[in-house]
């Protein structure tokens, strides 16, 4: 029935993303942010649709409080449980954080926060804020910019869906260079995955948060990042648009790798072009 011992525990213990937080109650969770979550014909009341959708579960005492999940995709700032749930956003004038003169300045940066939809399309405008954008006007005006948004997004979607959140202190961080770009997400690749079978092969960490985030639809205004209708599907393609997009604009293949088996780093190179001005756009 199972094909691992590993599998049948998963299957027993409640995930993460799933267990209740201590002291959080559901009115810390706001009406506008769970709601979108149900729909128009459902007449669940607000601990029935929450527990559906494994944004709240039963406490030790029996008393139902917000889960993870629940805080992070419906509370305005999921830091006051989960201080590490946030991305830090920096963008450095040069290709280095050391001190070396006007190249290390920072440029810009952000603590991005609020719910993990928001999280994400926060992050992408910071990085289209910051990316350099170069014109050309062989037919006609047509930018070209540093960075793909759509790897961008889908590189955020995957980082905020699959982190581990049970690491205390350890926070996304997205670093902007001026040739990469640098995304740390916490936590090792999840079950028998490993880096190199990442564009081929699915495995959810927290299973909840993903199925909200396929529920969180994409408003006109954020059309201009990606033309998904959706935060995420559940095809599993995230990987290989990231690696494909990036790969035709700058030339060089992204690439993955995990750091002390406890973080792991994506980098994505930036198109080699000349800016217009040294002023972000």
């Known amino acids: 029935m199972f094909d691992n011992v590993v599998d049948l525990i998963e299957k027993i213990k409640p995930r993460f993303d799933e267990q209740p937080v201590p002291g959080a109650v559901l009115d810390n969770l706001q009406p506008e942010l769970w709601q979108r979550?149900?729909?128009?014909?459902?007449?669940?009341?607000?601990?029935?649709?929450?527990?559906?959708?494994?944004?709240?579960?039963?406490?030790?005492?029996?008393?139902?409080?917000?889960?993870?999940?629940?805080?992070?995709?419906?509370?305005?700032?999921?830091?006051?449980?989960?201080?590490?749930?946030?991305?830090?956003?920096?963008?450095?004038?040069?290709?280095?954080?050391?001190?070396?003169?006007?190249?290390?300045?920072?440029?810009?940066?952000?603590?991005i926060t609020g719910p993990l939809d928001q999280q994400v399309l926060a992050?992408?405008?910071?990085?289209?804020?910051?990316?350099?954008?170069?014109?050309?006007?062989?037919?006609?005006?047509r930018d070209l910019p540093q960075f793909d948004l759509t790897a961008v997004f889908e590189a955020m979607v995957n980082t905020v869906a699959h982190r581990d959140y049970s690491i205390y202190g350890a926070k996304i961080r997205l670093r902007m260079f001026a040739d990469r770009l640098e995304l740390y997400s916490?936590?090792?690749?999840?079950?028998?995955?490993?880096?190199?079978?990442?564009?081929?092969?699915?495995?959810?960490?927290?299973?909840?948060?993903?199925?909200?985030?396929?529920?969180?639809?994409?408003?006109?205004?954020?059309?201009?990042i990606t033309d998904r209708s959706a935060m995420m599907d559940k095809r599993g393609e995230g990987v290989q648009i990231i690696l494909d997009l990036s790969e035709r604009l700058s030339g060089v293949r992204p690439s993955y790798r995990l750091i002390d088996e406890s973080e792991l780093l994506l980098v994505i190179s930036g198109a080699s072009i000349k800016p217009v001005s040294e002023t972000p756009l």
């Open 37 to 111: 979550f149900g729909t128009a014909r459902a007449k669940d009341s607000r601990e029935v649709l929450l527990d559906k959708l494994a944004m709240a579960r039963l406490d030790v005492d029996g008393v139902i409080r917000p889960a993870i999940a629940g805080v992070l995709m419906a509370s305005s700032d999921p830091r006051r449980w989960l201080p590490n749930a946030y991305i830090q956003a920096v963008a450095y004038r040069g290709t280095t954080v050391l001190p070396q003169g006007d190249d290390a300045y920072q440029i810009d940066a952000q603590d």
């Open 123 to 141: 992050a992408c405008h910071f990085v289209k804020k910051n990316m350099r954008v170069a014109a050309s006007k062989q037919t006609g005006r």
């Open 186 to 224: 916490p936590g090792a690749i999840p079950n028998t995955m490993t880096v190199d079978s990442l564009p081929y092969r699915q495995a959810a960490r927290n299973e909840a948060i993903t199925s909200l985030l396929a529920k969180c639809s994409i408003t006109e205004q954020d059309r201009s």
